[in-house]
């Protein structure tokens, strides 16, 4: 299901990307990085290893994703 979820997230970020403006990817772009962020505090606070896993695969899609969008130079 969180494969499903981030794959969605893609296709809204890369329509986004094709339609908006700098102001909005910029926007997108800080609203990963939170979700990374609340992600690792998440992390933080959770002894359960299906929880830290799942956690771990959602961060590790979201810089995938914004690596495909925001690719580095």
Known sequence: ????????MARALEACRAHAGDS??????AL????IEDWR?????TTDPVLLHQLQG?????RDIMADI????
């Open 58 to 62: 959602k961060i590790s899609g979201m």
């Open 70 to 73: 925001w690719p580095r130079d």
């Open 41 to 45: 505090d998440e992390m933080e606070h």
């Open 1 to 8: 299901m969180a494969d499903a979820n981030l794959e969605s």
């Open 24 to 29: 909005g990817l910029l926007a997108l772009r």
């Open 32 to 35: 990963g990085a939170a979700k």
